[in-house]
């Protein structure tokens, strides 16, 4: 996991485009229940699974007992933090502080 820590405390983005059948990922399924007088409870829970079938960006993960529609962008890899990591932690934003950077010199 050390991997995908930088120096700035953020997490670095797996790399999507690397995804192939077999894979080990990460994902989060996310519940709503109604808990009456119009509230909802949202659960999140992470999960884990193996890649069964690429198609474009919507990739297909079976876990234990289900098989999920992921997309690509949703999945980390299995030694990356899961997505609640970066959700909680937040991404790291070295890059694209480099992006806004002005360039003429
Ligand atoms: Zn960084």
New binding site residues.
Partial sequence: MSNYR?????L?LPNFEAYQVGDEVNFMIQKRKSIGNGKISVNQTAHTGKITQIDGDDITVKAHVRTYELSRFEITPKDAPGPIEYFRIGQ???ELDQEQKPCAE
């Fill in positions: 930088c120096n700035c405390g953020g670095i790291c934003r070295c």
